[in-house]
């Protein structure tokens, strides 16, 4: 998360809204140190909430990831300050190619109103390199002039997911670099960066939702903003029930991390993938834009989606036995990348109604 200069920097968070989730803090320092108490309190988040806070402070390497998030925001207002001709330039063309701008309005929200966001989605192959089937694509002057920040970016934000994703397998009872192999940076994916901002509420017609209520269909989802407007459905509400979103606070030097629906279909639901939404930003805050920048981290091409064997993590026949129908909805014979363009379509043709997944308890065979 950004440093706690360019939080005083932005209106305050209001003390008093309601409701605000409780979310868990883990600190990467800790998951570093292999902290067997704090790799379970992450477990225990991921898989009630299904996020938690990531507290970069106290390591080397998380104390210069904040750092470069406030230089990271710099390159989004940059970015998005551009003229709409020179933005459109560089257009992205889902599901076909996820890279480049996508321009506010495109999207619909639940009401089926336009969405109220314009992103920047950078691919992982193409800041480091490894890409075998397309070429990098040109990218405007303030993301074009910063690709050492940008690769460092993504180093630093390998580090704490590396640290995440062991302690997660350890948990799990798995060989500890299992989720890790999944996902690694040198092997080619869709991982990506997308820069975002979401234009101030100034009118009462802009408060509403910005971006519809989704699960993210990635493994694991790092967050950096500063801005509130973040959502997360409590797990005990149906996402039609407005008392059950709960706003999310940003903390200086943390960064929001959730699990994706990657991290469900391996652990057989027991990592959960909540529902999250954006709506307009609380209080003084409102009348700002709101950046953020989301490393939306995904299994590289060619990784199996069936469901992980060993340790915690349940059987089909354990399933069977126990009475329980966890249904893969034909995933577990499908590459990650043959995954992702499946949903990616279903998505754009309405047909995939976001749901929170996972969450299950584990059997009482696995319960320290």
């Known amino acids: ?31 570093v140190a292999d902290d067997a108490s704090e790799a379970q309190t992450m477990l225990d988040a991921c898989r009630h909430l299904g996020f938690f ?16 998030v406030d230089q990271v ?3 989004v207002r940059e970015t998005m300050d551009l003229s709409t001709e020179e933005k459109v330039k560089y257009s992205s063309d889902p599901p076909r190619d996820f890279r480049g701008y996508k321009a506010e309005g495109i ?11 314009e992103f920047y989605s950078l691919l992982q192959d193409d800041i480091l390199g490894n890409s075998t089937v397309s070429p990098a694509l040109p990218t405007p002057e303030p993301i074009n002039s910063r690709s050492e920040l940008l690769r460092s970016y993504f180093e630093h934000g390998h580090y704490a997911l590396k640290y995440i994703c062991r302690a997660l397998s350890t948990q799990l009872h798995l060989p ?38 989704h699960t993210d269909f990635g493994s694991i989802t790092l967050l950096a903003n500063v801005t509130g407007g973040l959502q997360v459905l409590n797990p005990q509400f149906q996402p039609e029930d407005e008392a059950g979103w709960q706003w999310v606070r940003p903390r200086p030097g943390c960064l929001i991390v959730n699990m994706g629906d990657a991290m469900v279909q ?19 805050q409102r009348l700002v834009p709101r950046y953020s920048a989301a490393i939306l981290t995904r299994p590289y091409k060619e990784a199996a989606m069936q469901r992980l064997a060993g340790g ?21 014979s499908l590459t990650a990348w043959e995954w992702e363009l499946k949903k990616a379509m279903a998505l754009k043709e309405g047909k995939d109604c976001a749901r929170s ?3 299950r308890e584990l059997r009482a065979m696995d319960v320290a």
């Open 312 to 332: 915690r993590i349940p059987t089909v026949e354990d399933d069977e036995r126990e009475g329980l129908v966890i249904q893969d909805e034909g995933i577990s």
């Open 357 to 359: 997944r996972g969450g």
């Open 1 to 31: 998360m950004a440093s706690k200069t360019l939080f005083e920097a932005t209106p305050p968070f209001p003390d008093d809204l309601q409701p605000v989730a409780e979310i868990a803090t883990i600190s990467l320092a800790k998951l």
């Open 266 to 284: 391996w652990t057989g639901g027991i990592l959960r993938s909540n529902m999250h939404r954006v709506k307009y930003a609380p209080g003084e």
């Open 107 to 117: 999207m619909k929200t639940e009401t089926g109103a336009p969405d109220r966001c």
């Open 53 to 68: 806070l990531l507290d970069l402070s106290r390591d080397t390497v998380g104390e210069e990831m904040i750092k470069e």
């Open 73 to 75: 925001f710099e390159m």
């Open 176 to 213: 500890p670099e299992t989720f890790w192999d999944l996902q690694a940076p040198t092997r080619s994916s869709g991982t990506m960066l997308r820069l975002i901002r979401y234009a101030p509420s100034l009118s009462p017609s802009d408060m509403r939702t910005g971006l519809l209520s």
